[in-house]
């Protein structure tokens, strides 16, 4: 078993064809196709069909393309820190975000970065906890982080950066703007993208400790773009950042809600692979966010690592 054979299976895997393989290598389809032959007859079983969508991994393939993935980026993470040692500055950078991330300041730190690592690929994947953390173990990812408002327990890999204090908010050209209490937001349409019961069950205990019948309407929206739109164009009240209300252009179409009660504080969590060593651009990109939060004076945030 090979590396470059390793590769041509990962990367067949990733184009869905033999041919767009065979361009993303930069190799011939020939060479792809024996690459592949020869992991087929090293251990006596197909590794990969065809379907009517392309090329896919047989069961077995697939078993072998999650340690393929593994052992390809970890060697190019080796090569590209022994590049980074010499002075080179190109290089990878994948990042898992949750949906409510955008709001803890990674856009700021993104700049930052960016004016060190201008010449670093970055790619940003909004996904769910649990696709995250398998690509963190397969090795597809190289850090991420997701914000939570229940603790998540510190684990291998678990790490909370920092809290950041929220609250109601509406835009400003809202009928609800003026509220001041819940029982004048009984009909307000509540936005929230937690994939669990978590925020809906929040809510209505909120209400009925206020002595208010809870709303009917609280809708989940997990694609932050979906929520960035219903937001700025309904009469919704969702829970948002501080940070984001006052340093970002977006937080401006916003006003906070003058309410007896706030939202749970939002905790950002870094995750990474067990025991693994960051690259330095990853490095640099976990300092960068530490950093614009040190430097945040509007709303102090408690730093916890």
């Given at each position: 078993?090979?590396?470059?054979?390793?590769?041509?299976?990962?990367?067949?895997?990733?184009?869905?064809?033999?041919?767009?393989?065979?361009?993303?290598?930069?190799?011939?389809?020939?060479?792809?196709?024996?690459?592949?032959?020869?992991?087929?007859?090293?251990?006596?079983?197909?590794?990969?069909?065809?379907?009517?969508?392309?090329?896919?991994?047989?069961?077995?393939?697939?078993?072998?393309?999650?340690?393929?993935?593994?052992?390809?980026?970890?060697?190019?993470?080796?090569?590209?820190?022994?590049?980074?040692?010499?002075?080179?500055?190109?290089?990878?950078?994948?990042?898992?975000?949750?949906?409510?991330?955008?709001?803890?300041?990674?856009?700021?730190?993104?700049?930052?970065?960016?004016?060190?690592?201008?010449?670093?690929?970055?790619?940003?994947?909004?996904?769910?906890?649990?696709?995250?953390?398998?690509?963190?173990?397969?090795?597809?990812?190289?850090?991420?982080?997701?914000?939570?408002?229940?603790?998540?327990?510190?684990?291998?890999?678990?790490?909370?950066?920092?809290?950041?204090?929220?609250?109601?908010?509406?835009r400003a050209t809202?009928?609800?703007?003026?509220?001041?209490?819940?029982?004048?937001?009984?009909?307000?349409?509540?936005?929230?993208?937690?994939?669990?019961?978590?925020?809906p069950t929040f809510?209505?205990?909120?209400?009925?400790?206020?002595?208010?019948?809870?709303?009917?309407?609280?809708?989940?929206?997990?694609?932050?773009?979906?929520?960035?739109?219903?937001?700025?164009?309904?009469?919704?009240?969702?829970?948002?950042?501080?940070?984001?209300?006052?340093?970002?252009?977006?937080?401006?179409?916003?006003?906070?809600?003058?309410?007896?009660?706030?939202?749970?504080?939002?905790?950002?969590?870094?995750?990474?692979?067990?025991?693994?060593?960051?690259?330095?651009?990853?490095?640099?990109?976990?300092?960068?966010?530490?950093?614009?939060?040190?430097?945040?004076?509007?709303?102090?945030?408690?730093?916890?690592?």
């Amino acid at each position: 078993m090979k590396i470059h054979q390793l590769r041509a299976l990962v990367a067949v895997s990733a184009q869905g064809s033999i041919n767009g393989a065979a361009k993303a290598l930069h190799v011939t389809q020939p060479a792809i196709t024996k690459a592949i032959r020869e992991l087929e007859n090293e251990f006596g079983v197909q590794l990969l069909e065809r379907n009517q969508w392309g090329v896919i991994p047989t069961p077995e393939g697939a078993t072998l393309l999650d340690r393929a993935r593994t052992v390809v980026r970890e060697i190019e993470r080796a090569q590209e820190d022994m590049s980074h040692l010499k002075g080179a500055r190109e290089g990878k950078l994948a990042i898992g975000v949750t949906p409510i991330v955008g709001t803890a300041g990674l856009a700021e730190a993104y700049i930052a970065f960016r004016k060190r690592w201008p010449r670093v690929s970055v790619e940003f994947r909004e996904l769910g906890f649990h696709q995250m953390s398998e690509q963190l173990r397969n090795r597809t990812l190289d850090l991420a982080f997701s914000a939570f408002t229940k603790p998540l327990t510190e684990t291998g890999g678990v790490e909370e950066l920092f809290t950041l204090d929220t609250v109601f908010v509406t835009r400003a050209t809202s009928r609800f703007a003026n509220a001041r209490s819940l029982d004048a937001l009984r009909e307000a349409e509540w936005i929230h993208t937690d994939v669990t019961e978590g925020y809906p069950t929040f809510i209505r205990e909120m209400f009925t400790r206020a002595g208010v019948v809870p709303p009917d309407q609280i809708t989940r929206c997990t694609s932050f773009a979906l929520f960035y739109s219903l937001t700025i164009n309904t009469d919704s009240v969702f829970g948002w950042t501080w940070h984001s209300l006052r340093e970002t252009e977006l937080g401006r179409t916003f006003v906070p809600l003058q309410l007896p009660v706030t939202p749970l504080p939002l905790r950002l969590y870094l995750l990474t692979p067990p025991e693994l060593q960051l690259t330095r651009p990853a490095r640099d990109f976990l300092d960068a966010i530490l950093e614009h939060r040190a430097m945040t004076t509007h709303n102090p945030t408690r730093v916890l690592a």
